[in-house]
């Protein structure tokens, strides 16, 4: 069968074997809502290979809850094994969106596997652009699958016209972004086609509010306004970057039709239509609809902050720009401000912008001292102590987030208990580059202290870096056994990622420490994990420790694996000189392999994709 002539293709042979046609799937979606695409593939091939996408969906159950509410609803909640991303922070990693579109690559390419058949999918530039993150991790785990006769093809690849401008340039940089991901070049523009999936499930929280805000009112303009602020707040926190801004969009015109908004309905109906899937992290509240006023300076600040995320610098700042032109209190200024200055100092690198919002915040503020000020002059300080530490002010900067702690120290709301762990890590952190590693593990034991609730994320991240401290101060068998408890503990989460981590960085360890038979038995932990991952690069690390532990070169199977990454070629690259430069010296190869640090958080670069600014 040859490939028609529109298909682009990823991988694989040119053309299946005789008489092989593909699957073909529609991913096209009428609503922007995240997840929706691979939900239809997945749909498709559950009824090809019930058994074979029951047993991964069995194996992940949390994962699949979150796919298809309703299918076990005694699957442990994906929020208590996993973290969220950060608002307050700028911060759109989500180990929770990693865990659940592996969980969905998994499936697929499991389906694909056992039927011997290539994927098409039709109308990839109408699918929701969370799902296309999850195609990278499709194509590696079909190489690392060695199965014949599958494969990866994408037609359709032309975005839909009619959109918003904004939402158009976040959708034409992610279509961009993932075919530079696939390393595939793209086609030649053809007219826009509408292929499109079924609705997904009514019952996913975010299909509803996306309803209701974009499509027919359900209700009063009240009720469009709270299910507006919820699909704001769940596209974020599902990395949905397009519906995010077509939801504040949404939100900005129904203001533009209704100025006198009844905000005291609109925080009944919030309440109201609440999944209770809500986050201090995230800072999307039904305190936003105070008045008309707050909700505009509202909606234009999560334009700015998703803007800021495809990495749209100059773009955010024009958003926020006009939301703190008119925020009508101090506080909502004060938070626009917040996110104006991480802009310049996390992302700009202009640090005096962003010192000036937060000088402008903390006078404002100062004016109108409150529990709600408070805390938002702590975030300020905080960040003010982050450009301290850009300028290597490194006093300065415990001084302010000393000033943020005792600001907020007797509160005890969402928002000052989210920020009163930051804080901690951070002084932490300003001790550990003093140097003070004693007392840095006392602040960061301080931490566990905090709440009585942790579970097993948390303290899989907090002993990480415990054992981090203690390998800087050179207690090492301390660190051995804090790494191994986080291994341990990633192993009970089902987290392969961080199992594969860990490992990999204890064999480094103890390659250092002159112990290569256990380095050995890391790296073959290690592999395990980065195979049950479908990591090519994480599983080239782990090939190459274990033949550096004993004492053997690599054989070319790394090489070729190193080389089949879609997420790490820049580190392949390195990896793959490092052996070809080897030689018969197996022992030159432990500086490529990765040693422990201090912190477990790590970008989740196998479903990232490197969005530039929009042209």
């Not at 046609?21 to 009824?47: E, I």
């Not at 499509?215 to 926190?237: W, Y």
Request: glycine share 8%; charged share 20%; proline share 7%.
């Amino acid at each position: 069968m040859e490939i028609p002539r529109d298909v682009l293709r990823v991988g694989g042979p040119a053309s299946p074997s005789p008489g092989t046609a593909p699957v073909v799937v529609a991913v096209g979606t009428r609503l922007p809502v995240a997840f929706s695409s691979l939900r239809a593939v997945l749909t498709a091939l559950a009824g090809l290979a019930p058994e074979v996408v029951d047993e991964v969906a069995r194996r992940r159950r949390p994962e699949w809850q979150w796919l298809f509410p309703g299918t076990f609803p005694d699957a442990p909640l994906l929020a208590d094994l996993a973290g969220t991303p950060s608002e307050r922070r700028l911060h759109a990693e989500s180990e929770q969106v990693f865990r659940v579109l592996d969980t969905g690559a998994e499936a697929v390419t499991a389906a694909l596997v056992a039927v011997g058949r290539p994927l098409l999918l039709r109308g990839i530039g109408h699918a929701d652009v969370v799902s296309l993150r999850a195609l990278p991790r499709i194509a590696e785990r079909l190489a690392l699958s060695g199965a014949t006769g599958t494969g990866l093809w994408l037609a359709d690849l032309d975005p839909p016209a009619g959109t918003s401008a904004r939402a158009a340039a976040v959708r034409r940089a992610t279509l961009a972004a993932l075919l530079d991901r696939l390393g595939v070049a793209a086609p030649s523009p053809e007219p826009p086609v509408e292929i499109l999936t079924d609705d997904v499930p009514g019952d996913v929280p975010e299909h509803r509010q996306l309803t209701e805000v974009l499509g027919e009112p359900a209700g009063p303009p009240e009720r469009t306004a709270a299910a507006a602020l919820l699909a704001i707040r769940s596209c974020f926190f599902s990395a949905n970057h397009e519906g995010g801004i077509l939801a504040a969009e949404a939100l900005l015109t129904l203001l533009d039709t209704v100025p006198a908004l009844d905000c005291a309905a609109v925080r009944e109906h919030f309440t109201a239509l609440d999944p209770g899937d809500g986050t201090p992290a995230i800072g999307v509240h039904v305190d936003a609809a105070a008045s008309p006023a707050h909700l505009r300076a509202f909606a234009l600040r999560s334009i700015g902050v998703v803007r800021a995320l495809v990495q749209d610098i100059e773009g955010a700042r024009a958003e926020f720009d006009r939301a703190a032109a008119v925020a009508p209190d101090a506080v909502s200024e004060a938070q626009v401000l917040l996110l104006r200055a991480l802009l310049a100092v996390k992302r700009a690198g202009t640090l005096p912008l962003g010192v000036a919002d937060i000088e402008h915040g903390l006078g404002r503020l100062a004016k109108e001292p409150s529990e709600v000020s408070a805390v938002e002059q702590a975030w300020l300080r905080n960040v003010r102590a982050l450009a301290h530490v850009r300028a290597k002010e490194y006093p300065q900067a415990m001084r302010e987030e000393k000033k943020a702690v005792a600001l907020i120290s007797k509160l005890h709301s969402a928002d000052a208990t989210h920020l009163k762990i930051n804080l901690i890590s951070n002084i932490s952190v300003l001790q550990e580059m003093a140097k003070k590693y004693d007392t840095a593990s006392g602040t960061w034991d301080h931490f566990a202290k905090i709440s009585s609730g942790w579970g097993d994320s948390f303290f899989k991240h907090h002993s990480y870096r415990a054992a981090g401290l203690d390998y800087r101060a050179g207690r090492h068998e301390e660190a051995l056994a804090g790494y191994a408890t986080a291994y341990e503990l990633a192993r009970r989460l089902d987290d392969q990622l961080h199992q594969q981590i860990v490992a990999t960085e204890i064999g480094g360890m103890l390659l250092d420490l002159g112990e290569p038979g256990r380095a050995g038995e890391w790296y073959v932990l290690a592999e395990t994990a980065a195979t049950a991952l479908g990591d090519p690069y994480a599983l080239a690390v782990a090939r190459t420790g274990r033949a550096v532990a004993a004492g053997q070169t690599p054989g070319p199977d790394v090489r070729e694996l190193a080389a089949a990454s879609l997420a790490f070629r820049v580190e392949a690259a390195t990896l793959i000189a490092a052996l070809d430069a080897a030689g018969d010296d197996p022992a030159s190869l432990a500086g490529a392999l990765p040693r422990p640090t201090t912190k477990l958080n790590r970008p989740f670069r196998l479903i990232a994709l490197d969005l530039a600014a929009p042209a």
